[in-house]
Nanobody
Framework: VQLQASGGGLVQPGGSLRLSCAAS????????MNWYRQAPGQQRDLVAS???????NYVDSVKGRFTISRDNARNTVYLQMNNLKPEDTAVYYC?????????WGQGTQVTVSS
């Protein structure tokens, strides 16, 4: 299983970024996928998830600003982040759960600062 996240960077408050996570080594289309984030000194928290059927769920703090989506033809899950705030600054991780096993990508840094 490999999860390769990309798309992070430095953006001003109110700006946008789109994260991508390219997956391989498992049957992507039948798996739910997740995005987590971890700010310095904080625990890693779930931000958004999407089921194999495309149903999305979000943590309250990003509802209306972030959109998770998937492209099964490309084995890729996305996180579109709009109206970014300084409190969104974190390392963002792509995640897949299989039973009690969790798989993580390498993370991509998102910094929101003026």
């Amino acid at each position: 299983v490999q999860l390769q996240a990309s798309g992070g960077g430095l953006v001003q408050p109110g700006g946008s970024l789109r994260l991508s996570c390219a997956a391989s080594g498992f049957a992507f289309r039948v798996n739910s996928m997740n995005w987590y984030r971890q700010a310095p000194g904080q625990q890693r928290d779930l931000v958004a998830s999407i089921t194999s059927g495309g149903t999305a769920n979000y943590v309250d703090s990003v509802k209306g600003r972030f959109t998770i989506s998937r492209d099964n033809a490309r084995n890729t899950v996305y996180l579109q982040m709009n109206n970014l705030k300084p409190e969104d600054t974190a390392v963002y991780y792509c995640n897949r759960k299989s039973g009690s096993t969790q798989y993580w990508g390498q993370g991509t840094q998102v910094t929101v600062s003026s």
